[in-house]
């Protein structure tokens, strides 16, 4: 059974970092691309970035030169590294097992994990 649980988020204020993890099992990690999208009442899912098997990533505009997503395959582990967070980055945070860039559902993905909030407030 694929699980996916990510962990990390919290309240922080603007100009603040933090970085969110996404434990993965039940599959083999070193071979699946993976993808973290967010996702808020009003905006609804926006993809925010992808790394494949290998290494390539590919991130939104939106966060572009503030978030870095990398991957440790020995840990079975998804990373996203977010600095000089705003408060429009305030979302439920989702690792995804693939690349879907154009996803409107979490279901698009073959699986995804619970999501942790993350809130950017003064």
């Known amino acids: 059974e694929v699980q996916l649980v990510e962990s990390g988020g919290g309240l922080v204020q603007p100009g603040g970092s933090l970085r969110l993890s996404c434990a993965a099992s039940?599959?083999?990690?070193?071979?699946?691309?993976m993808t973290w999208v967010r996702q808020t009442p009003g905006k609804g899912l926006e993809w925010v970035s992808s790394?494949?098997?290998?290494?390539?990533?590919h991130t939104a505009d939106s966060v572009k030169g503030r978030f870095t997503i990398s991957r440790d395959n020995a840990k079975n582990t998804l990373y996203l590294q977010m600095n000089s967070l705003k408060p429009e980055d305030t979302a439920v945070y989702y690792c995804?097992?693939?690349?879907?860039?154009?996803?409107?559902?979490?279901?698009?993905?073959?699986?995804w994990g619970q999501g942790t909030q993350v809130t950017v407030s003064s």
């Open positions: 790394i494949s098997s290998s290494g390539f990533t």
């Open positions: 039940g599959f083999t990690f070193s071979n699946s691309a």
């Open positions: 995804a097992k693939g690349w879907i860039v154009t996803a409107r559902r979490l279901a698009d993905f073959g699986s």
